[in-house]
């Protein structure tokens, strides 16, 4: 032993901590070479470094060995993995410096050491009596280190002179530090830049392209480089906003391209702008979600969003920007002036929004360590390094990882482990991960919930009949979806003997068991709808409600909200009345047992004549409606069915809607139009509404375009117009078209959202051309139709108000949260049947199917499968090879791949298969079979040019 | 008090005992006493009892720092107590030789075999993370502390549950046990000690000593072991203790 340092350190917790390490020197290390024979032992492995160490090299004739330096190795990994390059010696500083600064060079490094043919030898100078040093006074690491690597290079070649024929053996010293290269050569070592020594070379040439362009010397180790700027601070960054220097928006990533994003800045009203970021620079380490403060840049600057798909994906290191480099560039395009969007930089955090996030650990490349890159699910969000000792376990599982900071000098954000949902892949697993990645409130109900629900057995009582009316005497009847356990609706109609017709919608009264404020109001405030996942349900309310006693099943009496009608057999309105209730409904019946009862001539019970009367009044209430002008979108919904054991879906079929859907379905319509009428008059400034705004004429830009390709034309200035000429709009031979148009036009569409009555003066429901619409036919799972079941009991006296329900800005603020909820909801179950589609896929193997091209894109066209309802993107290039020929004119819009042009709506064939190679981004993969196109730089033709086809199916969807 | 001490008479009995296969309540080499595990009301309260040993285990948790070396992972933290209750040999608040042995072996056989995730007990890496502490009090002593500690400790580890936690930008809320159901720990395994008690320089070997027994063992050998079956030996090269005759003591290293 030469070396024992002792030192004390003072923990966080205040304790005094002793370390002692200790060094261990020997003299017995062999120095690898194939002359040596001072220090053979004796039984040697073969050693590593040759006799004829040969490289012609115009600097120096003879026989050599080289030393390469850290930040030779660090930058020149390339020249090193030449073949050309051999006979090197790699001292364990050099080593141990590249391991601590870069993994994946570390990673190459170590590879070309145990290529034989390579004869890189590693020497442990650090632990050899004679090539160690110890740190002097005032020495930083890196002098020491550099003077470590000049006395081991000394040490050798002093050494191989003992040697026989030793003398015409040099060892050179390769470091690019001029400082480094001058105190070498003063202490007798050869020492040459490594730039020079490869120019040198004679005979090969093209090493010189490999040539990394390091700046100059004065590039020096520098383990935490700066590679963001600096984030101002808040109270800069508040000036900046009161003075109009910075904005303020909400930073949304860009789901395809990770060096793209765009801050969204609210507006006055509704409307708000988009700036757009582009480059890691300028995105300075803002998350998606965060509140951030953006600066414009100049006008001259500005760019346009790229159209290219880009995944942040391959082992880099901290230090490794090349990649990043190479890729930004590909966003740079040449565009007209128009194009342009104006584009700023992230300055500062006004507040982060990080949750915790699901997704996969990337083990690093090295065996032991403890530091690893985490790869979320969410591809809008950055990999994520973490601390883990157990990365082995987790390798295979789903995991969930918080951040805890992203510092300046790191291209990743530091976090930590949180908790393990279980191996990928898992059905329990993924379902897991989309409700936590969709923020769908899934916990079981806490104690404090469950503690206000009523107890059981619960019968009604005496004081719940006060202000309702006994209507247990009726005909009602429930029609809904099979296997449905929560019934929020029921239906009845009866002649009333004066030639008019009565008509009830009854609802189920759940504002009657949610007291306001109370913990199991607020919990279903929170989560504000039920999740309805493929295989499984994400109640709003404990199930003691929503599945048994708010649900209006049959033969229970149950208290209900009823919207009662006196009309005529031309469906028109005479009086309206509002009423809490007691129902008994005489069956609840599935649409197709409904249908069957109004189609069998021979069943003429009270149940059916009251769906007929119904049936009939929804045609003509259907006819009115579509008259005035709502329109009849489609979007491609599937259906699964499930194997009743093992629940995985063993067929998809398009979901089939029957004459009793719509029979429900308009007069729930009506019940919320009279509803929202009704709470409207009485409160105007604090009604819960819900309205769809018309989308702006761009929005059918898309649309128009599509149809003007096949000779069409698509009217957009109302909604009149635009549903009669989608009825108009039919090609010849090409039944799917009018579909594809109307599932184009369903994505032209805003969203529907609940607003409150007094923050707003646009009421309109484009959707369903109604110029007044609410939510209140379904209180089980919607927190918006309880809201209105209480505004409504105000309305008509039969329950008493309180504070928040009249609080204008309290309701807006609710209808906030239930519009978020209900987006993440729609996201959750378009996620799960991608999953299941997925695992459909995985069952049945490799499928040919037929499709349309739904959108085209500048790399990629994105192709819509109606038998599945399955839509997938094909890119015609990626990173690795050079692609084919791409012609992109965004004016029709049309991609023109080596000769063949796809435009939109062209019929292709596919072939669809799983690709499970990356477990947690499950592909669906498709390859283009129909029509083929050729590529020019293959000589044979082939089978046929095969774009690859992806398809991320997995926790996110976009749209 | 002072441990009464044990008459050569007896001493002589019980060798005589062990010598000729039979044990003071009856059992054979390698039974086991019965184990009785009682949980109470609160999450992470367990009570064992073998024979008439009986020990019980409180989880508890709070936020604190991290260690500087470890910011990512929370602590465990287990505090064995004899107190005058459990023997009137044992004196409370005092670091008996057998105190520290018992708490390290507890350590080693939870601790250091990685059975609870701590990782995941991290909310803030450097800040904050939870610690997990485990008090055991031994509430009557009839030998074999060891084993009883170890499967109360282990027990309630299991039993216990956590407060949920929300992270949200940079807030972190710690929920009520009303507000959100509590998080149980991750337990990856369950390591159990089993002791052996050596008598007559090694030759006999009795399970699950009892008090008197162990008064006149030679040596302890504690194996702690999982159902993954990775059994580790908790004292390694124990029997090579057990060869040289100490009196009356636990083999510990």
């Not at chain 1, 890159?373 to 973490?386: G, V």
Request: with cysteine; aromatic share 6%.
């Amino acid at each position: 032993m030469l070396k024992s340092k002792t030192f004390l350190k003072k923990t966080r917790s205040g304790r005094v901590l002793k370390v002692v390490r200790e060094h261990y020197l020997r003299d017995d290390i062999w120095c690898g070479s194939e002359l040596c024979v001072e220090c053979r032992q004796e039984s040697p492995p073969p050693p590593v470094l040759q006799r004829d160490a040969c490289r012609e090299s115009s600097l120096c004739a003879s026989r050599h060995y080289i030393i390469p330096d850290t930040n030779v190795v660090l930058h020149q990994i390339d020249i090193l993995e030449d073949p050309l390059i051999n006979n090197v010696i790699i001292l364990q500083t050099v080593l141990q410096e590249v391991r601590h600064r870069s993994a994946p060079i570390y990673k190459r490094i170590k590879d070309v050491i145990h290529n034989a043919s390579k004869h890189f030898y590693t020497f442990t100078n650090e632990h050899h009596r004679e090539t160690f040093i110890e740190r002097e006074q005032g020495e930083s690491a890196n002098d020491r280190n550099d003077r470590a690597i000049r006395t081991a290079a000394r040490w050798y070649s002093e050494h191989l002179k003992k040697a026989p024929d030793g003398e015409e053996l040099q060892v050179i010293l390769l470091t690019d530090d001029k400082g480094n290269r001058e105190k070498a050569e003063g202490c007798g070592v050869i020492a040459y830049k490594c730039e020079e020594y490869i120019k040198s070379l004679i005979g090969s040439p093209e090493l010189m392209d490999r040539l990394a362009l390091c700046t100059d010397d004065a590039n020096e180790i520098t383990s935490s480089k700066i590679l963001f700027p600096e984030h101002l601070p808040l109270s800069r960054i508040q000036a900046g906003i009161k003075s109009g220097t910075f904005l303020q928006g909400v930073f949304r990533a860009s789901r395809d391209n990770y060096l793209e994003a765009t801050v969204f800045v609210q507006g006055d009203g509704d409307d708000g702008t988009e700036i757009l970021i582009q480059g890691l620079q300028n995105l300075n380490r803002a998350v998606h979600q965060d509140l951030v403060a953006v600066e414009l840049l100049p006008r001259n600057l500005w760019v346009t969003p790229s159209s290219v798909v880009l995944v942040d994906e391959g082992p880099k290191g901290d230090e490794d920007g090349d990649g990043d480099e190479e890729e930004q560039k590909m966003l740079k395009c040449d565009a007209s002036e128009s194009m342009l969007k104006p584009t700023g930089k992230i300055v500062g955090i006004i507040k982060r929004n990080w949750r915790p996030f699901c997704g996969m650990l990337s083990r690093s490349e090295i065996k032991e360590a403890t530091r690893h890159l985490f790869t979320p699910a969410d591809r809008r969000i950055p990999r994520i390094r973490i601390e883990t000792r157990q990365a082995s376990a987790l390798m295979g599982q789903r995991i969930m990882v918080a951040i805890d900071g992203w510092p300046k000098s790191s291209r990743y954000p530091n976090g930590h482990f949180v908790r393990s949902l279980g191996s990928a892949g898992d059905k329990e697993t993924e379902t897991e991960v989309l409700l936590l990645e969709h923020d769908v409130p899934h916990q079981p109900f806490s104690q404090a919930v469950l503690s206000f629900l009523p107890k059981m057995p619960w019968a009604i009582a005496e004081e719940d009949m006060r202000n309702r009316v006994d209507l247990r005497k009726l005909c009602v009847c429930s029609v809904d979806p099979p296997g449905c356990t929560d019934i929020d609706d029921a239906l009845h109609c009866r002649d009333l003997g004066n030639g008019n017709l009565e008509v009830g919608v009854h609802i189920a009264d759940v504002s009657h068991f949610i007291r306001p404020g109370n913990t199991l109001d607020q919990e279903a405030a929170s989560r504000g709808t039920t999740v309805y996942l493929c295989e499984k349900r994400i109640d709003m309310v404990p199930e003691l409600l929503s599945s048994n006693l708010c649900s209006l099943r049959c033969n229970v009496d149950r208290l209900a909200f009823s919207c009662i009608w006196e009309m005529n057999h031309n469906a028109e309105i005479i009086s309206t009345r509002f009423t809490k209730s007691v129902i008994n409904s005489k069956a609840s019946l599935t649409y197709a047992e409904a249908q069957l009862r109004i189609d069998d001539t021979n069943m003429n019970d009270d149940v059916t004549r009251s769906l007929r009367g119904l049936n009939a009044l929804a045609k003509i209430l259907k006819k009115r409606r579509i008259d005035k002008g709502a329109l009849t979108l489609s979007s491609p919904e599937v259906r699964f069915h499930m194997d009743s054991e093992t629940h995985d879906p063993i067929d998809l079929q398009a979901k089939e809607l029957k004459e009793t859907n719509s029979l429900v379905e308009e007069f729930m319509l009506l019940a919320n139009i009279s509803v929202a009428q009704k709470i409207y008059d009485e409160f105007s400034e604090c009604a819960l509404l819900r309205k769809h705004p018309a989308p702006p004429p761009s929005n059918y830009d898309i649309l128009s375009k599509a149809a003007k390709a096949k000779g069409l034309v698509i009217r957009t200035d109302s909604a009149k117009a635009l549903a009669d000429s989608l009825d108009m709009a039919q090609v010849e031979g090409f039944s799917y078209f009018n579909t594809l148009l109307r599932i184009l036009g369903t994505r032209c569409m805003m969203q529907a959202v609940y607003f409150c009555s007094g923050m707003d003066s646009d009421f309109h429901h484009y959707g369903l051309a109604s110029p007044i619409y609410t939510h209140f036919t379904s209180p089980i799972r919607r927190y918006a139709d309880i809201i209105v079941h209480r505004l409504l009991a105000v309305a008509i006296g039969a329950d008493c108000t309180y504070s928040d329900l009249m609080d204008k800005h309290k309701q807006a603020a609710l209808c906030n949260n239930l519009n978020y909820r209900h987006k993440m909801a729609q996201y959750a179950q378009r996620a799960s049947v991608a999953f299941h589609t997925q695992l459909f896929f995985k069952s049945r193997g490799i499928q040919n199917e037929d499709g349309y091209i739904l959108f085209v894109r500048k790399n990629a066209i994105i192709v819509l499968i109606p038998k599945f309802g399955l839509e997938g993107t094909v890119f015609f290039e990626n990173k690795e090879k050079r692609g084919p020929r791409l012609l992109f004119d965004e004016e029709v819009p049309s991609l023109t791949v080596e000769g063949h042009t796809f435009n939109m709506f062209d019929r292709v064939k596919v072939t669809i298969s799983l690709d499970a190679s990356n477990i947690q981004h499950q592909k669906i993969r498709m390859a283009l079979l129909e029509p083929v196109y050729r590529r020019e730089h293959v000589p044979k033709r082939t089978t046929g040019g095969c774009a690859e086809v992806t398809r991320e199916v997995k926790c996110i969807n976009s749209s | 008090m002072k441990e009464t001490p044990l008459s050569n008479c007896e001493r002589q009995f019980l060798l005589k005992a062990i010598e000729e296969k039979k044990r003071l309540d009856g059992r054979q080499t390698y039974d086991y006493r019965n184990i009785k595990i009682t949980f109470g009301t609160d999450y992470g309260c367990c009570i064992v009892d073998i024979g008439k040993t009986r020990v019980l285990a409180q989880v508890s948790c709070e936020l604190v720092a991290p260690k500087d070396s470890r910011p990512t992972e929370g602590i465990l933290f287990f505090n064995l107590e004899l107190s005058s209750m459990a023997s009137p040999a044992f004196e409370s608040n005092r670091q008996s030789e057998l105190l520290v042995k018992l708490n390290r072996l507890l350590e080693r056989c939870l601790r250091n075999s990685k059975c609870i995730d701590t990782e995941s007990l991290c909310v803030v890496a450097g800040e904050k993370v939870w610690q997990i502490r485990v008090d055991i009090h031994v509430l009557n002593h009839d030998g074999n502390i060891m084993d009883a500690a170890s499967i109360a400790a282990i027990t309630a580890l299991s039993h216990f549950r956590r407060p949920d936690v929300g992270i949200q930008g940079e807030e972190v809320t710690v929920y009520a046990l009303e507000e959100r159901d509590p998080i149980p720990l991750s337990v990856y395994h369950m390591p159990i000690c089993v002791s052996f008690s050596f008598f007559q320089q090694g030759t006999y070997l009795l399970v699950d000593p009892c008090e008197r027994e162990e008064r006149v063992m030679d040596g302890l050998l504690v194996i702690a072991m999982n159902n993954v079956k990775i059994t580790w030996n908790n004292q390694s090269g124990a029997f090579l203790n057990v060869q040289k005759t100490q009196s009356n003591a636990f083999h510990v290293r």
